[in-house]
């Protein structure tokens, strides 16, 4: 018996019929159960350019043969533009999780991978991998404790622009 490649999994009845020349006939039926089998797992971002501290909503979508929503876990990893492992997580097909990019978040194409694997080999059966971008943000924080003015960066990158500070009082 040969199973199309995209048979929707669940159970399937078979009916043989025959017939000979002297009109004896029969039939027999057999139930089968097909499979679900991944072949497809898609991501879903909300946004593909942020800001440091912005955040995102990743979900991830896992298919079967005949291109059925599967009801299973993705392994879902995020890496930086420097290809560093940033988090990893399990999440369910059809499901989403909020991601807040870091404050010093390296700038650039960062890439969001999701991949199901084989429950008999541990192997990575379907993957799929996106790229998010991750603006360069100058950014100064600035207080004053007592007398004292205490500038900080908090962008993701060397701040190079000017500072103008401009003092006014009695003793400027």
């Known amino acids: ?8 999994s669940g159970a399937h009845t ?11 006939a029969g039939s027999s039926s057999l139930t089968i159960e097909v499979e679900a089998q991944a072949t497809k797992v898609e991501n879903q971002i909300s946004n593909g350019t942020l800001n440091p501290e912005d955040q995102v909503s990743i979900g991830v979508t896992l298919y079967d043969q005949a291109d ?5 876990y993705v392994k879902l990893e995020v ?4 290809s560093r492992l940033i988090t990893e997580t399990e999440i369910a097909s059809e499901e989403s999780i909020t991601y807040k990019i870091p404050q ?32 360069e943000l100058q950014k100064l924080d600035f207080q004053i404790i007592d007398t004292l003015l205490y500038i900080r960066n908090i962008g993701n990158v060397k701040y ?12 400027q």
């Open 1 to 8: 018996i040969f199973i199309s490649k995209t048979m929707t």
């Open 14 to 24: 078979i009916t043989v019929e025959v017939e000979d020349i002297y009109g004896n």
């Open 68 to 72: 059925d929503v599967m009801t299973d």
């Open 79 to 82: 890496y930086d533009s420097k």
């Open 104 to 135: 010093f978040a390296p700038p650039g194409e960062w890439t969001v991978k999701s991949y199901y694997l084989n429950e008999d080999t541990e192997q990575e059966q379907v993957s799929a991998s996106d790229i998010i971008i991750i603006n």
């Open 160 to 171: 190079t622009e000017d500072v103008d500070i401009e003092v006014t009082g009695l003793d």
